[in-house]
């Protein structure tokens, strides 16, 4: 019987239902977008170090994040690489550079170079060609994405990076970039020529580690036998990368405040939503407590009515959000929903129209029984 009174109090004006619904989808899409964008920013920050198959990035002194580092010499190179616990080691460059495109237009890249046979920091999600082509001379590799921003239409097209000659040859899908740069890939010898490093410098080390040997292990192992350097597990590095980009440019912060607007803006549209349904039927409720229900039958009615609004608005909400998340899969910025901020939302979405219904609640707790024979 209260699912049924509920369900009629919320169909008898269906204008207000619409917007009622209208303010709880646009918090769901809203929020769920916005932690979305959250965690797709965090990928895409780190994603570079999380795909690199590396144990332990060894770094100059005071590094703050990926993009940016002092370059070390080839002496630290082979200091690592004779450290104990490390099964093999690999050079690994990281600058930025100018990008000429076919048509003469100019861009800022990220070239990144590394050593394909490690098989350590190269790219991944290749679409078109593989990465025994990087062997090939002034060979780099583009992400799809970016095709229109560089210029590219086609593989094994030629551009100049840094004023020096160099060939598309495979095109990866999905490696974005956090910085307005692309991440341009090619071996390390290839890089090098397009870079400004000297010959003998490199930006970072990546270590393996023998079997046996965790990650910490080979980190301490390289502290101790190595001077004038930094080592960092993978998980160490991306968590300093992501930390210093979401928190220190206050990006993160941005993203997760706006967030909580939604999650307001939407609590206050479905209060008032809810509580103007309550006073449409003030004179039925009053009618049920002269009969003597009790005031919590009456709650009852009121949570039920919210709870079936969370329901339909976090239905169309999350379908609408993950809509947004399929297309942008297609875009620079991705929108990455795990299933547990789903179910997360879910839960969210209750408590949002729950917690509007308290104040329906109170003015029914207010209500004078007698009202019905006031002819209201």
Known sequence: MIVTIARQNLLHDKVRLAVTLTGVVFAVVLITIQIGLFIGFTHTISAVID????????????????????????????????????????????????????????????????????????????????????????????????????????????????????RV??????????????????????????????????????????????????????????????????????DKTREYWMLNTGAGTSILLAAFLGLVVGTVIVAQTLY?????????????????????????ILITQATLSAILGYGFGIAISYLAASISQFAAMAIIIPFEVAVGMFFLTLVMCVSSSLISIRKVMTLDPALVFKGR
């Open 169 to 238: 040859v495979a095109f990866t899908r999905g490696i974005r970039s956090f910085t307005t740069s692309p991440f341009v890939f090619a071996s390390y010898k290839t890089a090098l020529q397009f870079s400004h490093l000297r010959p003998d410098e490199l930006t970072y080390i990546l270590a393996k580690a023998e079997n046996g040997i965790t990650p910490g292990q080979l980190r301490d192992s390289i502290a101790r036998n190595v001077n004038g350097v930094d080592s960092y597990t993978t998980t160490e590095f991306s």
């Open 51 to 166: 795909h690199s198959g590396a144990d332990v990035w060894v770094t100059s002194p005071g590094v703050k994040n990926f993009d940016i580092a002092l370059p070390l010499t080839k002496e630290k190179y082979y200091q690592v690489l004779s450290a104990p616990g490390v099964e093999k080691a690999s050079k690994f460059i990281i600058q930025f550079a100018d990008w000429k495109k076919p048509d003469g237009g100019q861009e800022s890249i990220e070239i990144i170079g590394f050593e394909p046979d490690k098989k350590m920091g190269g790219p991944w999600g290749f679409v078109k060609g593989n990465p025994a082509m990087l062997d090939l001379r002034d060979a780099v590799v583009a992400d799809q994405l970016y095709m229109e921003k560089l210029g590219i239409k086609k593989q094994g097209e030629s551009v100049e990076i840094n004023s020096r000659k160099a």
């Open 276 to 300: 103007a349904t309550t006073l449409d039927h003030i004179g039925e409720f009053a009618t049920l407590k002269a009969m003597g229900a009790p005031n919590s039958y009456i709650y009852f």
